[in-house]
């Protein structure tokens, strides 16, 4: 069974605060993806990464960095939290022609951030 | 226009009626199609997924193509109050990496 998992379930940090989100997954899975959720807005995705070291920027990469150092972790970084950063944050991984469908991607159970 | 467009609802329908979830997208070029179930407060999960036009059935869910049209849709017979969740409609474009563009999601409530 995939199991992809994050570090925290809830967090609250305070505004202009460095903040690390981690994620990890057991199935060695090449490509790794970091979203953000919210009401009206849906998924969007931030950050994907195809490789170890590799990553390109998503949809709305701006105030975010990433890392992946190995092959099972993928690390999203807001550099100095803002309130409008707020929101729930996924993880999602996947390795094409495996799973039920290729490109079927395996999310982590998220990361609620509330920045005050 | 966005990419995947579907109405976010709340769709409402009775117990053991067929629950129709449709989902737009502009990319002609467009692969894959997926659909994505999540309960309040959980992640995603593949409920599925459609490559060809036509329909494709899976115990109580069908998923229905059409790409001349740019549609996908998602039908559920026999629904369940535990169906109630929401429905996002996914869409493997043809150009770029292996991402997956979602639509905001379908809210959908079964009432018992």
């Known amino acids: 069974d995939v199991k992809v998992t994050q570090s925290s379930r809830y967090l609250v940090k305070r505004t202009g605060e460095k903040v690390f989100l981690e994620c990890v997954q057991d199935?060695?899975?090449?490509?790794m993806f970091w979203y953000r959720q919210d009401p009206g807005l849906g998924l969007r995705l931030i950050y994907f990464s195809y490789d170890v070291k590799m990553k390109e920027k998503g949809d709305i990469p701006e105030g975010y960095s990433v890392s992946r150092e190995k092959k099972e972790r993928f690390s999203l970084i807001l550099e100095s939290a803002s309130t409008n950063q707020t929101s729930m944050y996924l993880c999602?991984?996947?390795?094409?022609?495996?799973?039920?469908?290729?490109?079927?991607?395996?999310f982590g159970p998220g990361t609620r951030l509330t920045v005050t | 226009q966005k990419e995947v467009e579907q109405n976010s609802g709340p769709l409402s329908v009775p117990e053991g009626a067929i629950a129709s979830l449709n989902c737009t997208y502009s990319d002609r070029g467009s692969q894959s199609f997926f659909w994505y179930r999540q309960y309040s407060g959980k992640s995603p999960e593949l409920i599925m997924f459609?490559?060809?036009?036509g329909d494709k059935e899976d115990g109580r869910f069908t998923a229905q193509l059409n790409k001349a049209s740019q549609y996908v849709s998602l039908l559920i017979r026999d629904s369940q109050p535990s169906d109630s969740a929401t429905y996002l409609c996914a869409v493997k474009a043809d150009t770029g990496f292996q991402k997956l563009v979602f639509g905001t999601g379908t809210r959908l409530l079964v009432s018992p």
């Open positions: 199935m060695d899975h090449e490509n």
């Open positions: 459609i490559y060809s036009n």
């Open positions: 999602a991984s996947n390795a094409p022609g495996t799973g039920r469908s290729s490109y079927e991607q395996y």
